[in-house]
């Protein structure tokens, strides 16, 4: 890269396109005593572009988290994985300052080479014979690095001082958070420890700040689920609840669903276990069960604030299910999620905790479930023929083509980038409230279910018919036996 990060970043300067004449972008208000250098250093003549800051700040990070671990802001030194760990020590001697920096620098670039992949957790995992390291890139574990396990206390007492944990105490879990940032890109890290045979397990969740921010419109919703979200939040009261496995995209959905609701004229207040995203005119509480704040406590007390819109992170016990309900047929509106199969799951999860099926009658509005389904990688994916798998998943009647990961260097040679929401979602109309007040099972509620576009496995199947994933990989998020419309 012909100019460095440090000095881009410095001076406002970012090379746009290289060639006989090389157009380089100037930050808006950045003076441009760096241009005598950067022609210098390009050694061709300069087209010069003013871009706006956010504009500048944009591409800077895209630019140079895109190109390897470069020197980016917080993760200063950040390089290749196996050059970082070639430059640890042999001997592990925590008391050696000398010892410290090539640690820091493969810590900084463990979560860089995570961020510039997409990964949502790193995973620094000790047994007996090697120090593994691993990323979850779109929700599949791969190895990144496997190191001498006497490495292991120095990686680990490094990531409990970023998160201001204690480095002494090793025989009880342990949670902090570390802020970084790439460039413009600002980064928030949650660090949880956990004692295992071989020393102690380190998983960082990586948090992407601008992905809390995200709008409805961009979670790639279909417009029939996402009219039926939009309609529910548009109602003075209920509940609207969110489901499906971990790693879903919940949070995102919920946050998406503040941000449009967020207009200044509600008082907006949620209760979460931990705060993921900071969203600026909401009133956010962390929950915290060592002193007594559960999502129960922080429920009732959200209620005495003169709330307009409620979100609850999760309904886990009944009784913040009840509070919930209560909130809910007090005037409130109330967001929140709930760990079910699919969308009518939700409604048995909340009688076995005991919620009585008029109450939930009177006061659930939609029920959405989603899954994240990978994206075939569109430089690398290639047409294959229909098996019996497919043809299981598809039906006989499909006479479209299909397609295969491939592998390429876009991809990581994994054949898969990115992911998309695959959604269901479950609208309470007037019969569906009836048979819930009846107290009627899933399946008679499926059957009179109001569905705004598919079910899972239907949206599924869209996705495979598109060309946008496998059938393997749409069998391997939605259960085969998941109901079909």
């Given at each position: 890269?012909?100019l460095?990060?440090?000095?881009?970043?410095?001076?406002?300067?970012?090379?746009?396109?290289?060639?006989?004449?090389?157009?380089?972008?100037?930050?808006?208000?950045?003076?441009?005593?760096?241009?005598v250098?950067?022609r210098?250093?390009?050694?061709?003549p300069?087209?010069?572009?003013?871009?706006?800051?956010?504009?500048?700040?944009?591409r800077?990070?895209?630019?140079?988290?895109?190109?390897g671990?470069?020197d980016a802001?917080?993760?200063?030194?950040?390089?290749?994985?196996?050059?970082l760990?070639?430059?640890?020590?042999?001997?592990?001697?925590l008391?050696?300052?000398q010892?410290?920096a090539?640690?820091?620098?493969?810590?900084?670039?463990?979560?860089?080479?995570a961020?510039r992949?997409?990964?949502?957790?790193v995973?620094?995992?000790?047994?007996e014979?090697?120090?593994?390291?691993r990323l979850?890139?779109?929700?599949?574990?791969?190895?990144?690095?496997?190191?001498?396990?006497?490495?292991?206390?120095?990686?680990?007492?490094?990531v409990?001082?970023?998160?201001?944990l204690?480095?002494?105490e090793?025989?009880?879990?342990?949670?902090?958070?570390i802020?970084?940032t790439?460039g413009?890109?600002?980064?928030?890290?949650?660090?949880?420890?956990?004692?295992?045979?071989?020393?102690?397990?380190?998983?960082?969740?990586?948090?992407?700040k601008?992905?809390?921010?995200?709008?409805?419109?961009a979670?790639?919703?279909?417009d029939?689920?996402?009219?039926?979200?939009?309609?529910?939040l548009?109602?003075?009261?209920?509940?609207?609840l969110v489901?499906?496995?971990?790693?879903?995209?919940?949070t995102?959905?919920?946050?998406?669903?503040?941000?449009?609701?967020?207009?200044?004229s509600?008082?907006?207040?949620?209760?979460?276990?931990?705060?993921?995203?900071?969203v600026e005119g909401?009133?956010?509480?962390?929950?915290?069960a060592r002193?007594?704040?559960?999502?129960?406590?922080?429920?009732?007390?959200?209620?005495?604030?003169?709330?307009?819109?409620?979100?609850?992170?999760?309904?886990?016990?009944?009784?913040?299910?009840?509070?919930?309900?209560?909130?809910s047929l007090?005037?409130?509106?109330?967001?929140s999620?709930v760990h079910?199969n699919d969308?009518?799951?939700?409604?048995?999860?909340?009688?076995?905790m005991?919620?009585?099926?008029?109450?939930?009658?009177?006061t659930?509005?939609?029920?959405?479930?989603?899954?994240?389904?990978?994206?075939?990688?569109?430089?690398?994916r290639r047409?294959?023929?229909?098996?019996?798998?497919?043809?299981?998943?598809?039906?006989?009647a499909?006479?479209?083509?299909?397609?295969?990961?491939?592998?390429?260097?876009?991809?990581?040679?994994?054949?898969?980038?990115?992911?998309?929401?695959?959604?269901e979602?479950?609208?309470?109309?007037?019969?569906?409230?009836?048979?819930?007040?009846?107290?009627?099972d899933?399946?008679?509620?499926?059957?009179?279910?109001a569905?705004?576009?598919?079910?899972?496995?239907?949206?599924a199947?869209?996705c495979?018919?598109?060309?946008?994933?496998?059938?393997?990989?749409a069998?391997?998020?939605?259960?085969?036996?998941?109901?079909?419309?």
């Amino acid at each position: 890269m012909p100019l460095a990060y440090a000095f881009a970043r410095r001076h406002g300067l970012l090379l746009l396109e290289a060639g006989a004449r090389a157009r380089v972008g100037l930050r808006e208000g950045s003076p441009p005593d760096g241009l005598v250098e950067a022609r210098r250093a390009l050694g061709v003549p300069l087209e010069v572009e003013v871009l706006p800051r956010a504009a500048f700040d944009r591409r800077l990070s895209e630019t140079y988290a895109g190109n390897g671990l470069a020197d980016a802001g917080g993760l200063e030194g950040a390089t290749d994985l196996d050059a970082l760990a070639e430059d640890l020590p042999a001997a592990a001697d925590l008391l050696d300052a000398q010892d410290d920096a090539p640690v820091i620098r493969l810590i900084n670039g463990l979560i860089a080479e995570a961020a510039r992949n997409g990964a949502s957790d790193v995973h620094i995992e000790p047994f007996e014979s090697a120090l593994r390291v691993r990323l979850r890139v779109d929700g599949v574990m791969r190895e990144a690095l496997s190191l001498a396990p006497r490495l292991a206390p120095m990686l680990v007492s490094r990531v409990k001082v970023m998160a201001r944990l204690d480095i002494a105490e090793r025989r009880v879990p342990q949670d902090g958070r570390i802020s970084v940032t790439m460039g413009a890109k600002a980064l928030d890290v949650r660090v949880s420890t956990l004692p295992a045979r071989h020393g102690e397990r380190v998983v960082m969740r990586i948090l992407d700040k601008d992905q809390g921010a995200r709008a409805l419109d961009a979670l790639g919703m279909p417009d029939a689920v996402l009219a039926a979200f939009r309609a529910a939040l548009a109602q003075p009261n209920g509940i609207v609840l969110v489901t499906g496995p971990t790693g879903s995209g919940k949070t995102t959905t919920l946050y998406a669903g503040l941000q449009a609701l967020n207009d200044g004229s509600r008082n907006i207040l949620t209760v979460e276990d931990p705060v993921e995203y900071a969203v600026e005119g909401v009133g956010q509480t962390q929950v915290n069960a060592r002193v007594g704040m559960s999502f129960a406590a922080g429920l009732r007390a959200i209620l005495r604030q003169d709330p307009d819109v409620v979100m609850v992170g999760e309904i886990r016990d009944p009784e913040t299910a009840q509070i919930a309900v209560q909130a809910s047929l007090t005037g409130h509106l109330v967001l929140s999620t709930v760990h079910t199969n699919d969308a009518l799951g939700a409604i048995t999860r909340l009688r076995d905790m005991g919620t009585e099926s008029f109450l939930l009658a009177s006061t659930v509005r939609l029920v959405l479930a989603q899954r994240l389904i990978r994206r075939l990688c569109p430089h690398c994916r290639r047409p294959r023929a229909a098996d019996a798998l497919s043809a299981r998943l598809m039906g006989a009647a499909h006479a479209g083509p299909l397609y295969a990961a491939g592998g390429c260097a876009h991809c990581q040679h994994t054949g898969f980038a990115g992911r998309i929401g695959v959604y269901e979602a479950v609208t309470v109309d007037e019969r569906l409230r009836a048979l819930i007040a009846a107290g009627a099972d899933e399946d008679a509620l499926a059957r009179e279910a109001a569905v705004s576009g598919d079910w899972l496995a239907d949206s599924a199947r869209a996705c495979v018919a598109a060309g946008v994933t496998t059938p393997e990989e749409a069998l391997r998020v939605v259960r085969q036996d998941e109901r079909s419309g």
